[in-house]
């Protein structure tokens, strides 16, 4: 029989002093709504004897059928405590009677979200922790959680009688396993403490602990006990709580308390809690279960239980269920706790406007919400949206934080995405109706005072997820809520019949309204993706899709896992783009963020909405950055709050400020799509280091720069060895040691790590903590039940992203293939993959074969596998270019198909080799052979150059012919001057080198192009430096020691392609050419270079010009993205 009505309940909405919103939230399976049962058993709207077995809160089929909670449940309380307990609560009352607003969340991991809805809407939370598992994974997640959102935590320990009838355990092992369970939840409240919300740690001495069962139904807190002895004592009821708990102990002798566990003879004494709390339970418990009825008749009548005659017959745990609830009914306890130590929305709002409220603290609404206060304008925020049983809408599911709804006046929609003082995501429009949501039933209302929890009808087509209502036209947004879940496994949906197309559309939009998590979109290549928290959440979700929201029958792909793109370390080479009217240049850098940096962008304590010179403060004190860089961070991506960063670190350019809004959609488009395979972005930092723009800003618009920004940041990432993230599943797995066997077995297979094993004291159970990638999950529980027949129990949740192994540019890697499959998926191009990265991946080995070579080595080559008819005079023709070049070479053969070209200086063999890499004459390539070259490092290298030299130079005919691509090396050992003339347009700046060493770039002030000038000729070079010195310099630094000179030689080289392309022999596209162009010490394209006519050119100007725009694409330090 219920014992409230809906009009009691009306009244006490209008005293927030008497009203607690609650949530209970524990790990899954640790029995939330079977003791939510106990509660709603003693406001009267279940039978008591129904209590545990019912779960009343859970309203849908399948959470029957599964025996988990799927959805969080709401449901209002009518409880009259105690006039003798009232002067037990500390915060301001009116009278005995309370409104209990409770909310009966999930517990799986999956359905994380519907905990955050639930604990957004109210103020306390009644941890349920099983007594034998102790504190899970998802008990630490949903404490965390509750405790962000400052909400004050009460504990129950559940399951007391599993420890009795199945463990068996003696009191002190369960004193000691009570003990550990409270510390184990106390060091998770101080890890995440938080001043504002005070001490919240939970003490059995304070009442802030109860004990019980919820399938019994009964539970008790010290409190009951200390009622029952302070009056046979004769002590204050609080003295007697705080002896009831820790090393305190009674000697029934002398009748003194003490702390000493020993009596004067020396004799144990019995500590007080096992003495008089789990002494009497103990003796219950042996009666009924020994079938002791004389025992438990006597007991019965001293503890004043009184049995009805039907009751009297039952037997075992029956009999046991009846007595013990009896004794100590859960109900009671458990809501005096709550009435006692959770605050009421009055207290708790002063101390949440903060974390609850984006705009000022000194506004009308913040005022409002800080003062509870019914006549403020009106702040409800809608948490979640709730199916009706009207097929399609939807309640709207919130709190009032100030103000009074009710149906009838216009009020401000606001969506998520609402920017105060704009139009964006705002709605005007009318609430139809206010109810009281009642678990499975709702009850009508007139309107709704702040403090309370309440569902709206007829706003649910103006909100998606989310929202915040209001009347005040200055009213900022409510926070948007944090998950502790991300949808990290998406599938594929299609409909069987096309023509149920539409339906699909409508029932995927429906799927999102009712689920805070689940993300669901159309793909690039049309595709409908559904995304979830997990497997079963996936499950769920579409069970809902197929039979509630669309109705109609699905196709379904398999499981599909994201992934995010980033590098590995910072690009050495700076990533050039030129916008398609040429009259615009980009010049960026990527570099990886730090992870603890990258954590705290997706924890949401560094974002885009801080002040900047706060978040510069932060990132200087906390991460190490530079305060004149952290002021500069132009946007965060993707989608304005991503974990990736746009920084401009450019000084003194011109017309910048115009660009940025172009730079930074750029961006948000890059770092949506990465350019690997498409993926979002992760941890990547980007620095605009310079631009030039044309003066005129008719050519420098969105349509030039957008595009462009976007080549820049592929590029850049393509320079800071690219690489792949992939989602990891924090596993936690219950069982017994026989069975642990099975675990490793089965993780062992799905790449999964073990970190930690502990077992649990007290009992035979292990548990198990690993970490599986989320790829190889699928199908996981199934297999580890059937590998430990079914006694391991695993749970999983999302923990971080973790980097692969591999080399995405490395042909035929793992990663590469993974890669592929993606974009094939996706069906984006192989083949523009393909060349776009084995070019970089080629000329980076071209360099890299180069690094520290000595100088002797450096004039040989060594060329081989050529064919055996190949003559002197063809490997002549092949290197005819490089004959008159600072004294030329010898060819010394060494059998039919090797030999050996000593060069007389090493800068004519560095560049012959990586010209002949680049672009393998086709002398070396007939018969389907394909030679290859490399520097000679044989121990007879230095004999063999002496012998060269005591020899004559070869110096053969200038006109002989040869069908080899020409390259002309021109030199300017001036960048800001020309033939003497001083050029203000160029500056210099410094970058680092692959090596470490600085190297300078000239880049321009302005991008006016002055008239070319004739080129100083080719100095003369020493004739022996070390390679390293040669590539990484290409200063013009004489090699002997001498020290780099003030205004540095800036090299750059022209190459121009023959008629008949080469046939065979390693290719490489336009950005290896330009990494070549680094590795042979080239410069900056703003340098505006003077270039004599290439070889075999006609001299006239549209030649110039072809060889102007090839010297501009090799140019080095630079990757130029087109």
Not at 74 to 84: G, L, Q, R
Not at 290 to 316: H, Q, W, Y
Not at 322 to 343: T, W, Y
Not at 435 to 457: H, K, S, T, W
Request: proline share 5%; hydrophobic share 35%.
């Amino acid at each position: 029989m219920v014992n409230f009505t809906v009009d009691q309940i009306r009244g006490l909405m209008d005293r927030p002093t008497n009203i607690r919103n609650m949530s209970v939230i524990a790990h899954v399976d640790h029995g939330k709504s079977t003791l939510t049962d106990s509660l709603v058993s003693k406001a009267g709207i279940i039978a008591s004897a129904k209590a545990g077995d019912m779960r009343f809160t859970d309203t849908r089929e399948d959470e029957k059928e599964r025996g988990i909670t799927i959805k969080s449940t709401a449901i209002s309380m009518y409880f009259e405590v105690d006039k003798d307990e009232i002067s037990a609560i500390k915060q301001k009352t009116e009278g005995n009677e309370f409104l209990i607003n409770l909310i009966d969340s999930p517990g799986h991991v999956d359905f994380s979200s519907e905990v955050t809805a639930a604990l957004r809407v109210t103020d306390g939370a009644l941890v349920v922790v099983d007594c034998v598992e102790g504190v899970c994974v998802q008990t630490e997640t949903v404490l965390r959680q509750a405790l962000t959102e400052r909400i004050k935590p009460v504990v129950i320990i559940n399951k007391v009688d599993r420890a009795l009838l199945e463990l068996q355990v003696d009191k002190e092992s369960l004193f000691q396993s009570f003990q550990r369970t409270i510390e184990s939840v106390n060091v998770i409240i101080s890890t995440y403490h938080d001043e504002a919300l005070g001490d919240v740690q939970v003490y059995p001495d304070k009442g802030t602990v109860a004990f019980g069962s919820g399938l019994h139904g009964w539970g008790f807190t010290l409190r009951q006990f200390a009622n029952r002895y302070s009056k046979r004592f004769g002590v204050d009821k609080d003295k007697m709580m705080v002896k009831l708990w820790g090393d305190n102990y009674f000697n029934p002798k002398s009748r003194k308390w003490t702390t000493a566990s020993t009596d004067a003879d020396g004799k144990p004494l019995e500590r007080a809690f096992n003495m008089f709390v789990l002494d009497p339970i103990f003796k219950i418990f042996d009666a009924v279960m020994n079938f002791k009825k004389d025992v438990v008749t006597t007991m019965c009548e001293k503890l004043d239980i009184k049995l009805a005659s039907d009751e009297r017959d039952l037997e075992g745990k029956a009999l046991l269920k009846v007595v013990m609830r009896k004794f100590l009914p859960a109900g009671d306890s458990l809501l005096e706790m709550i009435v006692i130590n959770l605050p009421s929305p009055a207290t708790a709002q002063r101390y949440r406007v903060e974390t609850l409220y984006e705009g000022p603290m000194d506004d009308e609404s913040a005022i409002g919400i800080r003062d509870c206060d019914p006549a403020g304008p009106l702040v409800l925020y809608i948490s979640k949206m709730v199916p009706t049983s009207d097929k399609g809408r939807f309640y709207a599911f919130g709190r009032v934080f100030s103000g009074t709804v009710k149906a009838g006046p216009k009020i401000r929609i606001q969506g998520p995405n609402y920017i105060p003082g704009k139009k964006d995501d705002l709605f005007v429009k009318s609430i139809q109706r206010t109810v009281l949501m009642m678990g499975r039933y709702i009850e009508p209302i007139e309107d709704c005072p702040a403090g309370n929890i309440v569902g709206l009808v007829g706003i649910d087509q103006f909100l998606l997820k989310s929202g915040t209502l209001t009347t005040s036209e200055t009213a900022h947004n409510m926070k948007v809520m944090k998950f502790s879940v991300s949808p990290v496994v998406q599938v594929a949906v299609e409909v069987k019949n096309a023509a149920d197309l539409p339906k699909l559309v409508e029932g995927l939009k429906r799927l999102s309204k009712s689920d805070p998590c689940v993300q669901a979109w159309i793909n690039e290549t049309g595709e409908h993706i559904v995304a979830g928290a997990g497997e079963l959440h996936l499950e769920i979700c579409l069970k809902d899709l197929q039979e509630d929201h669309a109705g109609v029958p699905l196709k379904i792909s398999d499981p599909v896992v994201p992934y995010r793109e980033t590098v590995k370390a910072e690009s050495t080479i700076v990533a050039l783009s030129k916008s398609q009217n040429k009259h615009n240049r980009l010049f960026a850098k990527a570099m990886p963020l730090d992870e603890e940096v990258t954590k705290a962008i997706e924890d949401g304590k560094i974002s885009a909405r801080d002040d900047f010179k706060a978040r510069a403060r932060v990132l200087a004190d906390d991460f190490g950055w530079d305060v004149t860089e952290a002021r500069k961070i132009w946007c965060f991506g993707p989608d304005t709050t991503g974990p990736n960063l746009l920084v401009d670190v450019t000084k003194g350019v011109q017309y910048l400020n115009e660009i940025k809004d172009s730079c930074v959609a750029a961006f948000q488009w890059a770092s949506k799509e990465g350019v690997l395979c498409e993926e979002n972005m992760r941890g990547i930092r980007f620095n605009v280091l310079d631009v030039t723009l044309h003066t005129d800003a008719i050519h420098r618009g969105g349509g030039q720069i957008i595009p462009t920004m976007r080549r820049c940041c592929y590029a850049a990432s393509l320079l800071a060895q690219p690489t792949l993230q992939e989602p990891i599943f924090l596993v936690e797995i219950q069982c017994p040691e026989n069975a642990i066997g099975g675990i490793y077995s089965c993780l062992n297979k799905r790449r999964g790590q073990v970190f930690s094993e502990e077992q649990r004291p007290g009992t035979p159970m292990f548990t198990v903590k690993a970490y599986l990638p989320v790829s190889e999950s699928f199908g996981f529980n199934g297999e580890l039940r059937s590998h430990t027949a079914g006694q391991a129990f695993p749970q999983s949740v999302f923990d971080h992203w973790e980097q692969m192994n591999g080399d995405p540019l490395e042909k035929g890697s793992k990663m590469e293939e993974l890669v592929r499959g993606v974009r094939t998926r996706k069906g984006l191009k192989i083949s523009q993959f393909t060349s776009q990265f084995s070019s970089i991946s080629l000329s980076s080995t071209m360099a890299a074969n180069l690094s520290g070579l000595s100088a002797s080595v450096t004039r040989i080559l060594y060329l081989t596998g050529f064919p055996k008819e190949l003559k002197t005079k063809d490997i002549q023709s092949a290197f005819a270019e490089y004959e008159n070049q600072n004294g030329g070479f010898k060819i010394k053969w060494k059998d039919d198909t090797s030999l050996l070209i000593v060069f007389q200086d090493p800068t004519v063999a560095k560049r012959a080799y990586l010209h002949t890499l680049a672009f393998p004459p086709s002398v070396l390539a007939t018969n389907g052979h394909a030679a290859s070259i490399r520097p000679y490092d044989g121990p007879d290298a230095q004999v063999i150059i002496q012998n060269v030299n005591s020899r004559g130079q070869h110096n053969p005919s200038a006109s002989r012919s040869h069908n080899a691509r020409s390259a002309s090396i021109s030199v300017f050992p001036n960048a800001r001057s020309v033939s003497g003339t001083g050029n203000p347009n160029y500056r210099s700046l410094n970058a680092t080198g692959s090596n470490g060493s600085s190297q300078h770039i000239a880049i321009p002030e302005h991008s006016n192009v002055r008239e070319r000038e004739p080129s100083p000729t080719l100095p003369s070079l020493p004739s022996q430096p070390t390679l390293n010195s040669l590539i990484s310099s290409s200063l013009g630094e004489a090699v002997a020691g001498s020290s780099i000179p003030s205004d540095p030689a800036i090299l750059t080289t022209s190459l121009q392609a023959s008629t008949s392309e080469s046939s065979g022999g390693p290719r490489i596209g336009d950005p290896g050419k330009r990494m070549l162009g680094h590795a042979l010490g080239v410069r900056h394209p703003g340098l505006n270079p003077r270039v004599l006519s290439g070889s075999g050119g006609n001299g006239s100007n549209g030649a110039s010009d072809q060889s102007m725009g090839s010297v501009q694409r090799a140019m080095g330090g630079l990757v130029v993205a087109e």
